[in-house]
């Protein structure tokens, strides 16, 4: 019989979205919009909602169809540096609802492969609805998939959820850090 850690057995799970979370989308969508409309916007601009629920902006999440949309997309400012932290006491799972936009699939995983390398590829789901997920935490931009979450949810802050109130907030990655070392020394 093999004994496993008991440091092994009491680890808990995060699961963690990509797009706005880790993936930075909104400069590509302001970047298109801008092209396609001729009119250069800010963030302030659409707060409550997404660029393409801008006016004359609706056809820009067909973009998100195309090959190479998420190939290049920014990461989020220090979640490198935090998700490397996790990862030394937490399981890290990447789970992106990534099924609608088949395109999407190489583009994310040869993304998380170049900016998260520390990340084993078995812990990186593509799915089409996070209600199938487990984890003791999950940290997504939108509600819709922490309202079916049966774990803790912290919401991360993103231009659409703004208004939302029903879950912990995080606005960055220093303060994701912050929670989740105020959880590690709870347990203790």
Not at 109 to 132: A, E, L, T, Y
Not at 138 to 163: E, Q
Request: one cysteine or more; proline letters at 4%.
């Amino acid at each position: 019989m093999t004994l496993i850690p008991s440091n092994i057995i009491s680890r808990k799970r995060i699961a963690l979205d990509m797009d706005e979370v880790i993936a930075d989308v909104t400069p590509k969508f302001l970047d298109y919009y801008e092209k396609d409309t001729g009119t250069p916007i800010e963030k302030e601009m659409f707060w409550g909602r997404k660029v393409y629920e801008m006016p004359g902006g609706e056809h820009i999440r067909d973009y998100l169809h195309e090959p190479g949309f998420f190939a290049d997309l920014p990461v989020m400012e220090n979640s490198q540096e935090v998700v490397r932290w996790l990862h030394g006491h937490y399981d890290i799972f990447v789970v992106s609802a990534a099924m609608e936009f088949r395109n999407s699939l190489p583009d994310k995983r040869d993304w998380m492969q170049k900016h998260f390398p520390f990340i084993h590829w078995k812990n990186i789901v593509f799915c089409g609805d996070k209600s199938i997920i487990q984890a003791d935490y999950m940290i997504d931009d939108h509600v819709k998939n922490l309202i079916a979450f049966k774990g803790k949810g912290l919401l991360y802050t993103a231009t659409h959820n703004i208004t939302e109130d029903r879950f912990a907030r995080v606005d960055n990655w220093l303060e994701v850090r912050t929670f989740f070392e105020k959880e590690l020394s709870a347990k203790r």
